[in-house]
């Protein structure tokens, strides 16, 4: 079984900045028994001294919020397409502002394939067209459609 489920994909979220947002996508993962109950407040608290937003060569900027394992209960993906923008900290400055606009959110059960699972992110953040599609998509389904090819092939 794969780690993108289409009941933890959501396009259109309407959050006025990050710990909506991820306070949103963590009870995705919670409503489905993927993450425990203190996932919610450590993935926020990582955010805040880990900041995740990555700043894309297209000109999309996206997040990728994670936080240990001790907090999951099995391995999944949350995708979140928001509205509009909102403003994560930069991970590779951590005082800059970026306008989010695409949230993938790991929660890893093991702690040795956060690194695989990482990597994988990196990669499908680099296929321009699929992130583009991704960001302009109105369904659950199209973002499924377009994300399960990158990170079901196997499962991580």
Known sequence: MG???KELIKTGIDAKNFKEVLIEM?????????VKESFTDAVIER??????????PIGINIAIP??????????????????SPVQFKSMAT???DLDVSLVVMLAIKESKKQVETLKRAMEFFQ???????IINSKTTQEVYDIASKFFDVKEV
């Open 3 to 5: 780690v993108i489920h």
């Open 26 to 34: 963590a009870g995705l993962l919670r409503k489905y028994d993927y």
């Open 47 to 56: 955010e805040k001294i880990y900041p995740t937003g990555l700043n894309l």
């Open 66 to 83: 994670h936080t240990d394992a001790c907090h999951v209960n099995k391995t999944a993906i949350a995708i979140g397409v928001l509205k």
């Open 94 to 96: 951590k005082i800059d």
């Open 127 to 133: 296929e321009e067209e699929a992130i583009k599609k």
